[in-house]
């Protein structure tokens, strides 16, 4: 008798919660745009980012005529971001733009969307694709909102990406360099220094695009990159090898007119 008692207490409670949460999904179906945006909010406010995509994505479905929409289409985008879906996100942020060029999340979803592919770029030594999207939409970004409150940030940020891809492209060249593949490695480091020549590797770069082309004995073209290396950085590490190159040259060119010994 007790056991029976116990039981169809259960079953009671049970019909009582399925009738509360039957009442409460009624309520969040028949909910207007403001009210389920507003939802969304406290839901994405919460952290339940997962639950709160869900609802911008039915306020973006169910009232494309209201004000509220891209707002919760970069809400959408930021439900992607903050669950490290960053392809998701950029797809939405993407999706703003295009659909909403009036919007005031304008500059937010441009700036997300270039952190985006940022967050994507992998270490120098692996494919670059991303990290040159990123470069892409940070310049736009500064192109599209030069007064914005990011573009400090942005600046910041499109240096570093430039870096990356300046490091790899000097750790190409130098690879060659090492390898005696002499003419492969001025390609690479006359990448570095027409590319991304205001980066940390464009003195390392000059310098040794100077010695590639003094080992294959072409002396002007080393003479000049030497001497650029010495009056762009004049306290450079590699300042004494340089001039020692230099002083070899100028001493082949006295003694036969064509080269050091």
């Not at 009036?102 to 770029?121: G, I, M, N, P, T």
Request: with cysteine; glycine share 4%; hydrophobic share 40%.
């Amino acid at each position: 008798m007790e056991v029976r008692c116990i039981l169809t207490r259960l079953l009671l409670c049970g019909l009582i919660l399925g009738i509360f949460a039957c009442g409460g999904n009624k309520a969040r179906l028949n909910m207007t745009a403001e009210d389920r945006f507003a939802y969304a909010m406290k839901l994405f406010n919460g952290k339940d980012y997962f639950e709160a995509r869900t609802q911008f994505r039915i306020v973006i479905l169910n009232a494309p005529g209201s004000a509220l929409v891209d707002q919760a289409q970069f809400y959408l985008g930021e439900c992607h971001y903050r669950m490290d879906e960053f392809i998701l996100a950029a797809s939405e942020y993407e999706r703003l733009l295009k659909l909403y060029p009036r919007s005031e999340f304008l500059d937010d979803a441009q700036y997300k969307l270039a952190l985006c592919y940022d967050r994507l770029s992998p270490k120098s030594d692996l494919d670059q694709k991303h990290t040159r999207k990123a470069i892409e939409e940070f310049q736009r970004f500064l192109e599209d909102h030069p007064t914005s409150e990011f573009v400090e940030e942005v600046e910041k940020k499109l240096f570093v990406a430039r870096s990356k891809l300046a490091k790899k492209e000097f750790d190409t060249g130098n690879l060659y360099r090492k390898m005696t593949l002499y003419e492969a490695s001025i390609y690479s480091f006359d990448d570095v220094l027409n590319q991304y020549y205001d980066s940390k590797y464009a003195e390392p770069a000059l310098f040794y695009k100077g010695e590639s082309l003094f080992k294959l004995e072409r002396w002007d073209e080393a003479k000049k990159s030497l001497e650029t290396l010495l009056e762009k950085f004049p306290k450079s590490e590699f300042a004494a090898p340089a001039k020692d190159m230099l002083e070899q040259i100028v001493r082949g060119a006295s003694t036969n007119g064509k080269e050091p010994h």
